[in-house]
């Protein structure tokens, strides 16, 4: 039998670092790398799934605590998209991706990890990325650590 050993996936299926509040609202009260935060905009932010899918996959989240698109403000909506297309050009950048996948969770019975406060994924894929580990073994392999990514990243968003 094989191990793959992920001692970082503790906090997440412990339980042991969940905040107390919404994390998304006490993420931008941190330092930006504390929180893995590579970009701040004035109504939205760019936070690093703590748990990703695929290295660089982030989320939009705007500051505002809402539970559903329709309640996001428009200027707020705007900006997300525009950071969404600023993030794209980002990932393709810095991993050469064969695709994104951009969507959003809305409620907790449409796989939203948290359900009350609007977020957008955004993430890169490649035709590759679905191999036996993942088909078989229902493990995802991500070939760089959160720091990594949080570093490649904000290295292109600030230049």
């Known amino acids: 039998m094989d191990y793959?050993?992920?001692p970082w996936r503790?906090?997440?299926v412990s339980g042991a670092?969940?905040?107390a509040g919404c994390i998304f609202c006490e993420a931008p009260k941190?330092?930006?790398a504390q929180a893995g935060i590579v970009y701040r905009g004035s109504l939205c932010y760019v936070i690093l799934n703590a748990f990703?899918?695929?290295s660089g996959h982030v989320m939009i989240v705007p500051y505002q605590h809402?539970?559903?698109l329709q309640k996001l403000p428009q200027e707020a909506a705007h900006q997300i998209m525009d950071v969404s297309q600023k993030m794209e050009n980002v990932l393709r950048q810095v991993y050469r991706p064969d695709g994104i996948n951009l969507g959003?969770?809305?409620?907790?019975?449409?796989?939203?990890?948290v359900a009350d406060h609007v977020h957008v994924h955004l993430l890169p894929r490649w035709s590759a990325d679905t191999n036996f580990m993942t088909t078989t073994a229902?493990?995802?392999v991500l070939p760089e650590a959160l720091e990594t990514t949080y570093q490649r990243l904000r290295e292109k968003l600030i230049a």
């Open 30 to 32: 941190l330092a930006d």
């Open 66 to 68: 809402l539970d559903e």
């Open 17 to 19: 670092r969940k905040p």
């Open 10 to 12: 503790y906090a997440y």
């Open 52 to 54: 990703p899918y695929t």
């Open 104 to 113: 959003m969770n809305i409620g907790q019975a449409a796989g939203a990890g």
């Open 4 to 6: 793959l050993w992920t």
């Open 138 to 140: 229902e493990t995802r």
